[in-house]
């Protein structure tokens, strides 16, 4: 579902920019679409998906009631008692609480990391000479798996809220930075003429033309960046912290509480289907232009 | 501006009052005009010897195969390339650079997609600061000369590729430049769009008297629409005839049938050595 490379969550080099994911984009093909259309083919595409999910939950179910040698119930759990955990844990203050602290320093890490590397970005692209001095450092640091600068970030800023927002920021820096960079550096060569005939100044030709071609690619790197801050975040949390979503999960699995564990976990996935949902909404609106389905390069 | 308020939809095919010929636009003049890209054993004559000149208000069409350097001729018109050697004289000033007097379309709209057909028809505007009172009316008006009423506020995506051009034309059009370089603006339509451009053009450029340089590597479109046929030939790009196209205007599509057009035709053809 999200279009996000697990190669780069363990900080594997992604040096192609993220793009825009072509896969569950059908519900927006055309930009005539109706609303009414739109619609019918969210609700299939929700349809097909609970199929998938309850077929798969069954299976399992199904499987829990083999022999324990083949499948060991007591550490894979199973539907019938990870649903009714999944009902407590949503109704349980305490778990809001820590997956409140989860969101605070998602949004904190990547409200951070975002900027930084937005800022640096535009930069680098707009200004020569920061492109010399600083790209070389950005591809080392890219090649860094930055999941490995845990340990640092704990030693740096402690445990608590501090060392896993650095870590959430360190993350997401670098899609917006290489999609900022991507973004303001291709221009259409034609739409160049064109605004060179027009005597268009070089801020003119920024204002008018370069940051909304950018936008798009800016975007999608935004878009990986939020789901990055909340995998630094939960990294952050297994190894340092006494509260969040991710040490709810370390404790469970530290006491084979596992239908509690697999209750947090879905509560997780569908967190992070949240913030994607609201990002992909925010993008709708602030690249309108780009609603179909041709990919921007 | 370019019409005259009262104008409508369908007087536009004639000239304004008694003057079939009004001069009008800037005339060019290409004064032994040498154009070489790369360095030694690179070294590419894109133009050599170019010296001719037009009177103003002609429609000049630049014909010739790829390589025979009518696109550089027009982006040094456009002043985007400087000649190695000579220079081009638009309405009796040496080009330079750029200039708000003339006007470029190109093959592909370049339209914004950000910017519905309004505002990509006011970037002229937009970036010459004019925040005139009459801007609306004058992108009404242009907009009723290609026959796109109805559609100012669809994106460029909306509209299909004969559209879009039209978009491109009236965002040429509401600069009044008065030199308008269009660069094969057809040549990426389909051949039934693109000969219906072709005459709404003929009959656009009749009513506006501007001096217009046509790329195209089309025969027949270039004798459809000009009153002048530059003939080019590459290796090194060169003037290889000047042909006086002496239709009658204004140009309707069954001239297109006529044996004098054939004719003109068969020339040029003959002197491209195609047939």
Not at chain 2, 68 to 90: D, H, I, M, R
Not at chain 2, 190 to 200: A, I, V
Request: glycine residues 8%; contains cysteine; aromatic residues 10%.
């Amino acid at each position: 579902m999200l279009d996000v490379t697990s190669a780069s969550e363990v900080g594997l080099p992604e040096s192609p920019p993220v793009t825009r994911g072509k896969s569950h984009r059908g519900a927006r093909r055309t930009a005539k679409r109706s609303r009414s259309e739109r619609l019918r083919a969210l609700g299939r595409q929700t349809l097909l998906a609970a199929v998938t999910f309850g077929v798969l939950a069954l299976i399992w179910e199904l499987l829990s009631n083999a022999d324990p040698g083949f499948w060991p119930e007591i550490i894979l759990s199973k539907p019938s008692e990870i649903t009714p955990a999944f009902f407590e844990a949503i109704t349980t203050r305490f778990v809001w609480e820590n997956y409140w602290v989860t969101f605070q320093a998602t949004i904190l890490g990547f409200v951070l990391g975002a900027a930084a590397g937005f800022i640096l970005g535009l930069m680098i692209a707009l200004i020569p000479v920061f492109s010399e001095a600083f790209y070389p450092v950005v591809i080392l640091f890219q090649s860094t798996p930055r999941v490995a600068l845990a340990p640092v970030f704990i030693a740096w800023f402690g445990f608590g809220m501090s060392s896993k927002v650095a870590l959430a920021a360190t993350i997401c820096f670098f899609p917006v930075l290489v999609n900022t960079i991507t973004g303001l550096s291709h221009i259409d060569e034609n739409a160049m003429l064109l605004m060179r005939s027009l005597k268009a100044s070089r801020w003119q030709i920024f204002t008018h033309l370069r940051w909304f071609a950018a936008l798009p690619t800016i975007f999608a790197g935004l878009k990986a960046a939020l789901t990055f801050a909340l995998i630094g975040v939960i990294v952050g949390e297994l190894k340092a912290t006494n509260e969040g979503a991710g040490f709810l999960i370390e404790r469970g699995s530290f006491q084979l509480r596992m239908d509690d564990v697999f209750a947090y976990l879905g509560i997780l996935a569908l967190f992070g289907l949240l913030l994607y949902g609201i990002a992909n909404a925010v993008e709708r609106r602030v690249v309108f232009w780009q609603a179909g389905d041709a990919e921007h390069d | 501006m370019m019409t005259n308020g009262e104008t409508s939809a369908v007087d536009l095919g004639t000239p304004p009052s008694g003057d079939p010929r009004r001069p009008a636009g800037a005339g060019l003049a290409y004064e032994s005009i040498r154009k070489v890209f790369g360095k030694g054993a690179d070294e590419f004559v894109a133009l050599d010897d170019i010296d001719f000149s037009t009177t103003p208000g002609d429609f000049v069409s630049l014909v010739g195969p790829s390589g025979c350097g009518k696109s550089t001729l027009l982006k040094l018109t456009a002043g985007l390339l400087n000649p190695t050697a000579g220079s081009v004289l638009v309405g009796g000033k040496e080009i330079n650079g750029p200039r708000t007097d003339i006007g470029l379309m190109l093959q592909t709209s370049t339209l914004f997609p950000w910017r519905n057909v309004v505002e990509n028809i006011s970037l002229p505007l937009d970036i010459r600061r004019d925040r005139s009172k009459n801007r609306e009316a004058r992108i009404h008006e242009v907009l009723e000369l290609v026959g796109l009423t109805g559609f100012e506020y669809h994106y460029p995506r909306e509209l299909s590729g004969g559209m879009q051009q039209r978009v491109a034309l009236c965002r040429l059009l509401i600069s009044d430049p008065d030199l308008m370089l269009l660069d094969e603006p057809f040549g990426a339509l389909d051949e039934f769009t693109r000969e219906h451009l072709n005459t709404e053009l003929a009959r656009i450029c009749e009513h506006e008297h501007k001096t217009t340089l046509f790329v195209t590597h089309n025969v027949p479109e270039s004798v459809f629409l000009s009153d002048v046929v530059v003939v080019m030939g590459a290796h090194p790009g060169r003037v290889l005839e000047i042909i006086e196209v002496d239709l009658p205007r204004p140009r309707l599509p069954k001239l297109r049938d006529s044996p004098e057009f054939s004719e003109i035709c068969v020339r040029i053809r003959s002197i491209l050595g195609l047939s």
